[in-house]
Each structure stands twice: as structure tokens, then as C-alpha cells.
């Protein structure tokens, strides 16, 4: 059977979900009067810059994804590696800030995995 829109579904739900799951909990950390007004600033830099590679992931799987452009595979790989895959990332590199509650890490792993199956299907030449 053949559906040339799921890829195209399964990573747009995936960068939809990474968008919310990021800046609802990180608006947080902005408004913290507790946190320093520098790391406050940074906090909102990231916010910025995660919410543009989440809209820029969704542009490119709506139109050169689903035409199996190949640049638009490499652009998204980039974009799970770095912005999805540095949730893994930080975890190793800063353990102690992680999340608490495995709920967290099952619910980014699944999202990576949904991004990634959908990347996987649309590869160029299949």
C-alpha cells in the first residue's frame, strides 16, 4: 500500500511535538527569578532558535520531503541529530540537570524514533 503523505505526517508530528515539549517547560526557566537574568536571556536565545529549526523541519516536510528531494533528507537528519538528538546529548554530558522521571526520556525517545521511521520512508530513491 502505498502513502507518500505518512513520512510526511510522521515527522511533522514529531517537530510539532519537540516545538510544544520544549517551550512550554522552557518558559520556566525565563521566567525564574531565581535564575540568573544572563542564563534567563539564554534560555529564551534557545527557545528562539529550537522554535525556527522546528518550523523549518515542518516547511521541509511538507513540500521537498515529500518529493524525496534529497537535500531536503540531509536537512532533516541534521535537524534530528542536533536539535532532537541533543536531548540525549545534554542527558550524558550534564546528568544531574536532567529531567526527573522516565516519562521524559520515553516520550523524547519515542519522538525520535516517529521522526526517524518517517526520515527512514522518505529516503531519496525509494
Not at 516536510?61 to 535537524?79: K, S
Amino acid at each position: 500500500m502505498n502513502r507518500p503523505w505518512l513520512p510526511a505526517i510522521l515527522v511533522t508530528t514529531s517537530a510539532a511535538g519537540h516545538l510544544i515539549g520544549n517551550v512550554i517547560p522552557a518558559i520556566e526557566h525565563v521566567r525564574d527569578p531565581d535564575w540568573p537574568p544572563h542564563a534567563r536571556f539564554h534560555v529564551m536565545q534557545a527557545i528562539c532558535l529550537l522554535t525556527g529549526a522546528d518550523l523549518i523541519a515542518i516547511a521541509v516536510a511538507l513540500g521537498p520531503l515529500r518529493r524525496r528531494d534529497r537535500l531536503a533528507f540531509w536537512i532533516e537528519l541534521t535537524y534530528v541529530l542536533f536539535a532532537q538528538g541533543g536531548y540525549f546529548a545534554s542527558i550524558a554530558t550534564l546528568p544531574q540537570g536532567r529531567p526527573r522521571g522516565a516519562v521524559f526520556h520515553l516520550l523524547y525517545a519515542c519522538a525520535t524514533a516517529i521522526f526517524l521511521i518517517g526520515l527512514i520512508m522518505s529516503r531519496p530513491g525509494q
